[in-house]
């Protein structure tokens, strides 16, 4: 049974003005939160692989350097991180026995950085 409420048919029509320019607006915001995102995450990663870098000298602790840079689109930042220590592979195939072998890849794992396969 219809009511009188169900004939009702109520029409409603919005404008949205600027529309392209609001659009706009809300990708740049979002461009601009990754990236503050990614460079955190870089830092975290960098940080976190000090702390497990096994110390002799502490060369290779202190070699652990990060940078980003814009992909190839220009807008959202990638980041790398990176030691150039000569020995610091070898380390990282378990030659000290103050980490596990591949520590490397264990921590970036274990912070969302790398995905295990």
């Known amino acids: 049974m219809e009511t009188p409420v169900d004939k009702q048919m109520t029409q409603i029509s919005l404008e949205i003005k600027n529309f392209e320019q609001e659009m706009q607006r809300i990708e740049d915001e979002i461009v601009a939160l990754g990236n503050i995102e990614i460079t955190a995450l870089i830092k975290y990663g960098t940080e976190q692989l000090?702390?497990?870098?096994?110390?002799?000298t502490g060369k290779a602790r202190q070699g652990w350097q990060s940078k980003t840079d814009l992909t190839r689109k220009g807008k959202f930042l990638s980041g790398t991180i990176f030691n150039?220590?000569?020995?610091?592979?070898?380390?990282?195939?378990?030659?000290?026995?103050q980490a596990p072998s591949y520590f490397i890849e264990q921590t970036l794992s274990r912070i969302g950085l790398i995905t295990p396969v």
């Open 50 to 56: 000090k702390v497990v870098t096994p110390v002799d």
């Open 84 to 97: 150039q220590v000569e020995y610091v592979d070898v380390l990282n195939r378990g030659h000290s026995q």
